[in-house]
């Protein structure tokens, strides 16, 4: 797959995309605001661990965000089950040299447009966490609206914090 957004894309992912993940993906300032999962530091191991994973997806559903030279970032979404079935939750992460050039929120909106014209998505949703404003700006320049805050519900760096929950329908994307 292969989405053209301006000077970037959404592609799947390549083996040969290791050592921009690695180069990009071992920044703290990267990790701290995503999931434990997320490792740092971010080593090559990581690395070939998930485009292991990656590059075999059953259901393609995690791409990269590249320029004509390499990965500078991830994006993605997690099918939900049983009665969430229609949901997914979306995840991205940016390399820090190309924050604040409107990358993530294009692509969220890319890829969001893609979700709903080829799966059975009814509703995606994002979870940030206190304190990563960036994301949630991301979010709400995608059509995405803050539907909860969840109540020191993360444990991050031996802190509990809110996680706020974004959410976009398919009835409220066809409308954007």
Request: hydrophobic share 40%; net charge negative.
């Amino acid at each position: 797959m292969k989405i053209k957004i301006d000077e970037f894309f959404i592609r799947s992912y390549e083996y040969s995309d290791k050592k921009a993940i690695v180069k990009y993906a071992n920044n703290y300032n990267i990790s701290k605001t995503l999931r434990d999962r997320f490792p740092f530091p971010y080593t090559v191991t990581d690395a070939e661990q998930w485009l292991d994973a990656a590059c075999r997806q059953e259901t393609e559903l995690n791409f990269a965000i590249a320029n004509e030279v390499e990965l500078i970032g991830a994006i993605g979404i997690q099918e939900q089950d049983d009665v969430n079935r229609y949901s997914g939750e979306i995840g991205y992460w940016l390399a820090e040299p190309y924050w604040g050039k409107n990358i993530a929120t294009r692509a969220v909106k890319a890829l969001t447009k893609y979700a709903f014209e080829n799966f059975s998505f009814n509703r995606l949703f994002a979870g940030v966490f206190e304190g990563n404003t960036a994301s949630e700006m991301v979010l709400k320049k995608a059509g995405y609206t803050r539907e909860a805050v969840l109540r020191k519900s993360v444990f991050k760096e031996g802190k509990f914090l809110d996680q706020y929950q974004y959410s976009i329908l398919r009835e409220e994307f066809e409308n954007i």
